[in-house]
């Protein structure tokens, strides 16, 4: 049985940093490109950052450039989102993803999903 568990959100201000974790269980880890999604209130499931199966060459979305930076340990089974320098629209609920074959941007491409992890950022 394939688990996607997220942990490390929570309540943050503005500026702050956060940490997300992702333990995949029930896959072979390295062999599964991974990505971060994020989902505020009322708003479509939008990518966030997406990191190859060697962890080589990751990719950010723009709204988030210079900010996060996505990461993983193999040999942990375990994705990562750092999140620096954040913003009340950073706001919302973090998915992280696995899918077999290159990583991708479009969440219809994914075939796993975490429960989800709330991240709030207040002003």
């Known amino acids: 049985q394939v688990q996607l568990v997220e942990s490390g959100g929570g309540l943050v201000q503005a500026g702050g940093s956060l940490r997300l974790s992702c333990a995949a269980s029930?896959?072979?880890?390295?062999?599964?490109?991974m990505a971060w999604f994020r989902q505020a209130p009322g708003k479509e499931r939008d990518f966030v950052a997406a990191?190859?199966?060697?962890?080589?060459?990751?990719y950010h979305a723009d709204s988030v450039k210079g900010r996060f930076t996505i990461s993983r340990d193999n040999a942990k089974n375990t994705v990562y989102l750092q999140m620096n320098s954040l913003k009340p629209e950073d706001t919302a609920v973090y998915f992280c993803?696995?899918?077999?074959?290159?990583?991708?941007?479009?969440?219809?491409?994914?075939?796993?999903w975490g429960q989800g992890t709330q991240v709030t950022v207040s002003s």
């Open positions: 990191i190859p199966r060697g962890g080589v060459n990751a």
């Open positions: 993803a696995a899918r077999t074959g290159t990583y991708s941007d479009r969440r219809y491409n994914y075939n796993y």
């Open positions: 029930g896959i072979t880890f390295s062999g599964y490109a």
